[in-house]
């Protein structure tokens, strides 16, 4: 069974810009949460998505947002980028429930802001 | 909010010798779960503990649950290089991960 995926798996970006990752989970899993890794502030959970909605969220600012599709692949955006957004933007899929089972995590997507 | 806390930071062992990490919460948890992360790698699920005292075993790695479910333990016996990497505490009720304990192993 394939991992999950991540694409691109590197970005460089200017404040200002926005910016959108994809993530496709494993076959048959429906949930999906993306977090962000930073050297600082360590893993930081940004939202969780289930069926196309979003059914958890994190504490960030607008700026960061996503959905889900009906094939359960996933998308982040981030507008108005800014030089404290440059992290390691993680998704994890899991079958239903992240809280109680495995979280599989993708690669990441190394952003940098310049 | 809910603090997590993981000790310590990092760990600087001898190839064979034991490590342990330890993360600790503020609330009573409902479930724990630990993950690895290697250098430069993603993090990976190593283990779930749900019940109070409870303690799991994977090769030399030995999971602990508190009997009050507020703190939870990973000991690793004899450390090897492969071992390397971040280990970090998910607090399941919720989407917090402890700050990670990174773990040198020097040959």
């Known amino acids: 069974k394939a991992g999950v995926t991540q694409t691109p798996r590197y970005l460089i970006k200017t404040r200002g810009q926005q910016v959108t990752l994809s993530c496709s989970p494993i076959?048959?899993?429906?949930?999906v949460s993306w977090y962000q890794q930073t050297p600082g502030q360590g893993l930081q959970f940004l939202f969780e998505?289930?069926?196309?909605?979003?059914?958890n969220k994190g504490n960030f600012p607008g700026r960061f947002s996503g959905r889900q599709f009906s094939n359960s692949r996933s998308e982040m955006n981030v507008s108005t980028l800014e030089l404290g957004d440059s992290a390691l933007y993680l998704c994890?899929?899991?079958?239903?429930?992240?809280?109680?089972?495995?979280?599989?995590f993708g690669p990441g997507t190394r952003l940098t802001v310049l | 909010g809910q603090q997590v806390m993981q000790i310590p930071q990092y760990q600087h062992v001898q190839e064979g010798e034991d490590f342990t990490t330890y993360c600790n919460s503020s609330t009573t948890l409902s479930n724990i779960q630990w993950y690895k992360q290697r250098p430069g790698g993603h993090p990976v699920f190593l283990i779930q503990l749900v019940k109070s005292g409870e303690v799991k075993k994977q090769k030399r790695l030995t999971f602990q649950f508190g009997e009050a479910k507020k703190n939870s333990s990973l000991h690793i016996t004899a450390t090897q290089t492969t071992d390397v990497g971040t280990y970090f505490c998910n607090y399941g009720q919720n989407f917090v991960f402890g700050p990670g304990t990174r773990l040198s192993v020097l040959p």
């Open positions: 998505y289930f069926s196309e909605t979003q059914r």
């Open positions: 994890a899929s899991s079958f239903t429930e992240p809280l109680t089972d495995t979280q599989y």
């Open positions: 076959s048959g899993h429906r949930s």
